[in-house]
Nanobody, 116 residues
């Protein structure tokens, strides 16, 4: 079955960096674009970045431009989100999913907390 397992979150000081990982399985990974989402407490999920099947990544909000990079490893069926110069506003649970989105399954997400 389709599965997404996110990892790599944690407590980071403002200005720090973190790399999130997503292990995908149960579908033809190389045939789908992949998306990172974030969800703050009490809010819906927002798209952060998307990466196409050819590795072409796009950051979807101006506030993350230059600070966030999305990448994928087709052989390992992994997607990564590297975030630099973190801000307290980046605090959220981060999820990955494929595109088109597979709503029947979401991973547990990985919590990123930016605080001093």
């Amino acid at each position: 079955q389709v599965q997404f397992v996110e990892s790599g979150g944690g407590l980071v000081q403002p200005g720090g960096s973190i790399t999130l990982s997503c292990a995908a399985s149960g579908f033809s990974f190389n045939q789908f674009a992949m998306v990172w989402y974030r969800q703050e407490i009490g809010k819906g999920r927002d798209m952060v970045a998307i990466i196409g099947t050819q590795g072409d990544g796009k950051i979807l909000r101006e506030r993350w431009q230059g600070r966030v990079t999305i990448s994928r490893d087709v052989a390992k069926k992994m997607v990564y989100l590297q975030m630099n110069n973190l801000e307290p506003e980046d605090t959220a649970v981060y999820y990955c999913n494929r595109r088109p989105r597979y709503d029947e399954t979401w991973g547990q997400g990985t919590q990123v907390t930016v605080a001093s």
